[in-house]
């Protein structure tokens, strides 16, 4: 198994020191190198690696703002001087942090957590590394999407949001308890979502099917869509046609 990997790095002497804890680990394979995010993005976007190790604290954009930027977001291990940073961050789905100096043991336990993350596809929803990438553009139900709201910071899988909705310019986004708004509008959010996995059910909401509990007709001849966690979701007329359509009601 190999995992493809890149390095988002500032410092030359951080990214030549990860390079030689590499080495000591032949799965994975060092494709690209970045000192800055733009750099960064420009390479994950077109080379698709199954691992980043991301230095959070870099010149002008940091690395949350990089996750910001990608649609969909590998495996990410965050190297930092700065714990602070380990300590506010993430309120979901982290997978590790690297504190500077990295030692030898520490990296090579980040390690076994990315194979571990990558032997497991029906747990943790990453594809067979080894898989060719997605070429239609669109997401995955296994894609990971990066939210930040104020200072709290969640990687979530796609499968797991229940709910996407418009609020003003922005989009809400609900899974588990948590519902933070992305600076996305409704609109680019759902032109790169699975249609077989969401739908659109009015202007202001798409709905994740594998949450719905139940489904009831409505007034005019709309449906209201239950949602497991007790939202109620009226699905226009227009749409409840091809809902019904689509479910074969």
């Not at 494709?31 to 980043?52: C, F, K, R």
């Not at 300590?87 to 504190?99: G, H, M, Q, T, V």
């Not at 809400?172 to 249609?195: H, M, T």
Request: hydrophobic letters at 40%.
């Amino acid at each position: 198994m190999t995992i493809k990997t890149i390095i988002v790095e500032d410092s030359r002497l951080a990214r030549n020191e990860l390079k030689e804890l590499i080495k000591h680990h032949p799965e994975l394979e060092v494709i690209g190198e970045a000192e800055n995010v733009d750099d960064a993005y420009e390479l994950i976007t077109s080379l698709q690696p199954h691992l980043i190790f991301l230095d959070i604290n870099m010149p002008g954009k940091d690395g949350f703002d990089l996750l910001e930027m990608l649609d969909d977001v590998p495996i990410t291990v965050f190297t930092t001087a700065f714990d602070e940073y380990a300590i506010k961050s993430f309120e979901y789905n982290a997978l590790d942090y690297l504190l500077k100096p990295i030692s030898d043991k520490r990296f090579a336990d980040a390690v076994e957590k990315v194979k571990a993350k990558l032997a497991a596809p029906a747990a943790t929803g990453l594809q067979d590394p080894d898989a060719s990438p997605q070429a239609s553009g669109l997401l995955t139900e296994n894609s990971q999407i990066f939210i930040k709201d104020g200072e709290k910071c969640w990687l979530v899988k796609l499968s797991e949001v229940q709910l996407f909705e418009i609020v003003g310019n922005y989009t809400r986004v609900y899974f588990a308890d948590n519902k933070p708004l992305i600076y996305k509008s409704l609109n680019q959010v759902e032109e790169r979502l699975p249609q077989h996995l969401f739908f659109r059910a009015n202007r202001q909401q798409v709905i994740n099917l594998q949450f719905i509990k139940n489904v009831d007709n409505w007034f005019n001849g709309k449906l209201r869509a239950i949602m497991n966690n007790g939202t109620e979701v009226e699905i226009s007329r227009r749409q409840s046609a091809l809902f019904k359509e689509m479910l074969s009601l």
